[in-house]
């Protein structure tokens, strides 16, 4: 064990605890900073960065740099996107997990911790962004952690960019409302016992549309001349029904439990196939909330009465 090493590996970590608290709420992310800030130090160095951008990690994309702190292994940060939880309290994240999602996807008012069946890529490796600006199924885009977010922080919700990388987008997205009063701030995890029916309350709208930079035509608005592949969609874009109601943003343990070859499970992508590169069973859960198609009935036919609508 060559201790001088470890001492060297360990002590940027040991300052970033002592800096963290410092920072506040959004950690080294503040959008604004001071004339004396500290913060870059976090994530970059002038004259022996490790990657492009003078970033401090040894790998080609941001996404080793965010999780050295946001990873399961990370220091520096208490919200673990790679096991979907927060580690001062143990409650799971809103936005699911990368590796491992704490969620009641059975609708059971359990919360377990399971491995993700389907995430949105982060590794900077190609995808389609089904529904983007077409024609076809979608442009084939990279994504990264800093396509969704920006690593300086800004205004948005979640650092969320106001274009995010690869979407095209022209119109910036604000995802700003009310939601300090709904959502407590930084209110990172969900403290129910169940995943199902989480309140975005006055940023329903706006996350909508923030999805559908990238995923332009799945917002439910009948196109003209009619679109061959997205033509119907369900209302996504409103309080009631919103892109979130259903998905979440980074991954999901949802089963689709009735086989590989039946309904939900052989769904075929909007090109038709069953790829990329071959998706079938669980890996078809499509970050949703609910196992299978439950979702359809927690509004449609809910026995409780508490449907939005009942058809
Ligand atoms: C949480 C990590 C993080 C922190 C903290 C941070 N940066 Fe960055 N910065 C990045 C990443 C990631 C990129 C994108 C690098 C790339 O892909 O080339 C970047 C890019 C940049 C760029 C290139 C232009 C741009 O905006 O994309 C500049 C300049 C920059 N940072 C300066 C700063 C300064 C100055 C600070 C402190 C006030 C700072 N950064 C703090 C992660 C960070
Ligand atoms: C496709 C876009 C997208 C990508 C890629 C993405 N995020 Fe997110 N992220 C979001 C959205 C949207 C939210 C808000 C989720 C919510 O409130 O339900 C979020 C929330 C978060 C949060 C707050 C905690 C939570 O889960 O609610 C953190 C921290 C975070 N992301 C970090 C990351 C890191 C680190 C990566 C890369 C490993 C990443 N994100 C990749 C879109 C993305
Ligand atoms: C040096 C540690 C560190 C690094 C590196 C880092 N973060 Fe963070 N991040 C934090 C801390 C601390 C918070 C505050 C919440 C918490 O404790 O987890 C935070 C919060 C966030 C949030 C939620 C707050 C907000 O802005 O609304 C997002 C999103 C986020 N980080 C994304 C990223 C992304 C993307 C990267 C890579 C470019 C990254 N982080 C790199 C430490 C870090
Ligand atoms: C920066 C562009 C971008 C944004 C913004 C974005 N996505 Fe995606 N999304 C993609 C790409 C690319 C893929 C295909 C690659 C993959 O599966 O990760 C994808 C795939 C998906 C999938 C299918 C995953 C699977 O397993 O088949 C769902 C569902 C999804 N996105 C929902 C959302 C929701 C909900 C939001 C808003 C919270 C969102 N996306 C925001 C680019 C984006
Ligand atoms: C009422 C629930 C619901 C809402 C609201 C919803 N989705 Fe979906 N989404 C699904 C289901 C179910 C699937 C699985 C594929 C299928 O059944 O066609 C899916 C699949 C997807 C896929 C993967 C491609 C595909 O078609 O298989 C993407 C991308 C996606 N949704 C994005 C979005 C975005 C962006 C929004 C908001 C504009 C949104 N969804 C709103 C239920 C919903
Ligand atoms: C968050 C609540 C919610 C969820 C979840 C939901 N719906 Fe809906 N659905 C609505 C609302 C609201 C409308 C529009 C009002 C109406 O037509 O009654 C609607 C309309 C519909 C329509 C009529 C659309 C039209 O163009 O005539 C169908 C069919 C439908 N939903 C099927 C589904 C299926 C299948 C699922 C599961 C994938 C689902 N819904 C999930 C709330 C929801």
Redesign the pocket.
């Known amino acids: 064990m060559n201790w001088g090493k470890l001492l060297a590996q360990i002590l940027p970590w040991l300052a ?1 605890l002592l800096l ?1 608290p410092a ?1 506040g ?5 503040t959008g604004t900073f001071s004339d004396t800030t500290d913060a870059c130090a ?2 970059h160095r002038p004259h022996q960065g490790q990657a492009p951008g003078l970033l401090t990690t040894v790998s080609g994309t ?1 996404t080793a ?2 999780l ?3 990873g399961s292994g990370g220091v ?4 673990n996107v790679e096991d979907g939880i927060e580690l001062a309290s143990g409650w799971p994240l809103r936005g699911g997990g990368f590796a491992n999602a704490k969620m009641d996807t059975q609708l059971v008012y359990r919360l377990i911790s399971r491995k993700v069946t389907s995430s949105h890529t982060m590794d900077g490796s190609l995808g389609t962004a089904w529904g983007g600006d077409g024609p076809g199924a979608g442009p084939r885009i990279t994504l990264e ?2 396509s969704c ?1 920006d ?1 300086h ?1 800004n205004a948005n919700y ?2 969320l960019r106001f274009s995010p990388l690869g979407s095209g987008e022209q119109r910036p997205v604000a995802v700003v409302g009310t939601f300090r009063e709904q959502i407590p701030w ?1 209110g990172y995890t969900i403290r129910g016992d169940s995943y199902w029916g989480q309140h975005y309350t006055g940023l329903e709208v706006e996350l909508s549309r923030w999805c559908a930079t990238c995923h332009d035509r799945f917002l439910g608005e009948p196109a003209q001349p009619p679109d061959p592949l997205f033509n119907h969609v369900h209302p996504s874009g409103t309080v009631e029904v919103y892109c979130l109601s259903c998905h979440v943003a980074h991954g999901t343990s949802a089963r689709m439990t009735t086989g590989g070859s039946a309904f939900s499970s052989s769904m075929p992508y909007p090109d038709g196939r069953v790829l990329p590169p071959v998706r079938t069973g669980d890996e078809r859960s499509a970050l949703l909330r609910l196992d299978n198609r439950g979702i359809c009935v927690q509004c449609h036919l809910s026995s409780d009465g508490q449907g939005i609508t009942r058809r």
């Open positions: 970033w963290v920072l709420i959004g950690g080294p992310h976090g994530c941001s740099l965010c050295s702190c946001h520096g940060a208490n919200t952690c800093t977010h690593p922080g979640r650092s930084p």
